[in-house]
C-alpha cells in the first residue's frame, strides 16, 4: 500500500530515525524491502542476524482502515519475514512490531493475544507495539524468550517511552 505523503505524519518520520539510532548500537542494519506491503507502510525495518539469532524490528503506519491491528500483524508476518530474510525451518526470525498512526488505540485491542506463543521455526512475532498519535500513547505486548530478545524490546519501549505514555 501506498500513502501520499501528507498521511503520513512528521511524528512517524522523526520516530523511524530515533528507532534507527537506538537499534543500531544492538548491532541492527537498515534493511530495505522490495516488495510493497498490502496493507500499512513500511517507515522503517532493520535486522540484526547471527549464527544463533535472526532478529528484526519493523516501524509499519498503520492503514486507514478499521482492521485490528494485531491481527492485520499476523497476516504480514510471513510476507515480511521473507523480505527481511527468514528461511523457513533453518534460520526462523523474531518479528518484533511497530505501528504508528492516528487514533489507533481502539485498533490495538488483541494485541497480547496476536504475539507468536510457539516458535514453529518460520517468522513469528515477538512483540507488538502501537503508538497513538494523536493520544500520544502506546501499547506493547511480548511473548516469551525474553533472555536475548527481551534487551531488543526494553530498547524499542526506551525509545517510545521519550515521547509517548505507556498505557497500561
Known amino acids: 500500500m501506498t500513502a501520499s505523503p501528507s498521511t503520513i505524519a512528521p511524528a512517524e518520520k522523526a520516530l523511524a530515525q530515533k528507532l534507527a539510532e537506538a537499534l543500531a548500537p544492538m548491532g541492527f542494519a537498515t534493511k530495505e524491502l522490495g516488495t510493497p506491503l498490502e496493507e500499512g507502510v513500511l517507515l522503517g525495518a532493520w535486522v540484526r542476524k547471527t549464527w544463533?539469532?535472526?532478529?528484526?524490528?519493523?516501524?509499519?503506519?498503520?492503514?486507514?482502515?478499521?482492521k485490528d491491528l494485531g491481527l492485520l500483524t499476523q497476516q504480514l508476518?510471513?510476507?515480511?519475514g521473507k523480505e527481511l530474510g527468514y528461511f523457513p525451518f533453518f534460520y526462523g526470525m523474531g518479528l518484533q512490531v511497530v505501528w504508528s498512526g492516528r487514533g489507533?488505540?481502539?485498533?490495538?485491542?488483541?494485541?497480547?493475544?496476536?504475539?507468536d506463543v510457539i516458535d514453529n521455526q518460520r517468522c513469528i512475532v515477538q512483540s507488538l507495539f502501537v503508538v497513538d498519535l494523536d493520544r500520544g500513547t502506546f501499547r506493547e505486548a511480548r511473548t516469551w524468550g525474553q533472555v536475548i530478545t527481551g534487551t531488543f524490546q526494553d530498547r524499542i519501549a526506551e525509545c517510545l517511552q521519550r515521547d509517548y505514555q505507556p498505557e497500561t
Open 77 to 80: 508476518k510471513l510476507p515480511l
Open 52 to 66: 544463533n539469532t535472526n532478529r528484526a524490528v519493523v516501524h509499519l503506519h498503520a492503514p486507514p482502515s478499521t
Open 104 to 115: 489507533l488505540t481502539h485498533r490495538a485491542a488483541s494485541l497480547s493475544s496476536s504475539v
